[in-house]
């Protein structure tokens, strides 16, 4: 069945710092690939989203590009903040109506 | 905005309870869904429902059952609490279009005493 395997945290940078989360994915024909975002205490929030080969999502500063041929989809930021601190979750889905299938996420904690 | 709202951020029930969780959405979406998270574990689907009526097993669906008689509200129902389910339990809604966004509820921490 389709999984998703991204790196084990936690993650601390400090402010400014360069980040790269890596999502891996095993799945059949052409899913649909996303970040979440959970901060302390809230729900998840969509952060970012690719539904075809070579695109690039973008958000916050935020970016992953859709890899096909390494089905890979990582998530990168030039320069982190403090506020970036939370739980990032990369998943994917097929079609309209299959639930998501989520990575076990990946704590990110920022130090001024 | 879409809102996906859960009806209890905290809870603190008995084992043997019965338990309701209730989540509404207020865009019309088609489907709906409750995760459970879990430290180390990551989100697991318990169930979810592509439409009023109806219902799909996820992941972990031992202990629990849902109901969905209107298509804005999808309830969680624990029939029985044991100790072993006291989590975080997040409700999802989405359109059903391929590549659609999952809006998630602010969750309900459950513990079980």
């Known amino acids: 069945g389709d999984s998703v395997t991204q790196m084990e945290g936690p993650v601390t940078l400090s402010e400014e710092a360069f980040l790269t989360i890596n999502c891996t994915y095993t799945?059949?024909?052409?899913?649909?690939l996303f970040w979440y975002v959970q901060y302390p205490g809230e729900g998840l929030q969509l952060l970012l989203k690719a539904t075809k080969a070579d695109d690039k999502g973008s958000n916050k500063g935020f970016e992953a590009t859709y890899r096909k041929e390494t089905t890979s989809f990582h998530l990168e930021k030039g320069s982190v903040q403090v506020s970036d601190s939370a739980v990032y979750f990369c998943a994917l889905s097929h079609s309209g109506n299959t639930p998501l299938v989520f990575g076990k996420g990946t704590r990110l904690s920022v130090i001024a | 905005d879409v809102k996906v709202t859960q009806s209890s951020r905290y809870l603190v029930k008995r084992t043997g309870e019965k338990v309701f969780l209730e989540c509404v959405q207020d865009?019309?979406?088609?489907?709906m869904f409750w995760y459970r998270q879990d430290p180390g574990l990551g989100l697991r689907l318990i169930y979810f429902?592509?439409?009023?009526?109806?219902?799909e097993k996820g992941d972990i669906p031992e202990g629990y059952s849902v109901s969905r008689e209107k298509k804005e509200r999808f309830s969680l129902i624990l029939e029985s609490a044991s100790t072993n389910q006291t989590s975080m339990y997040l409700c999802?809604?989405?359109?059903?279009?391929?590549?659609?966004?999952?809006?998630f509820g602010e969750g309900s921490w459950l513990t079980v005493v």
């Open positions: 429902s592509y439409d009023v009526k109806m219902k």
């Open positions: 865009m019309d979406h088609e489907n």
């Open positions: 799945a059949t024909g052409y899913p649909s």
């Open positions: 999802a809604s989405s359109l059903n279009q391929r590549g659609n966004t999952i809006y």
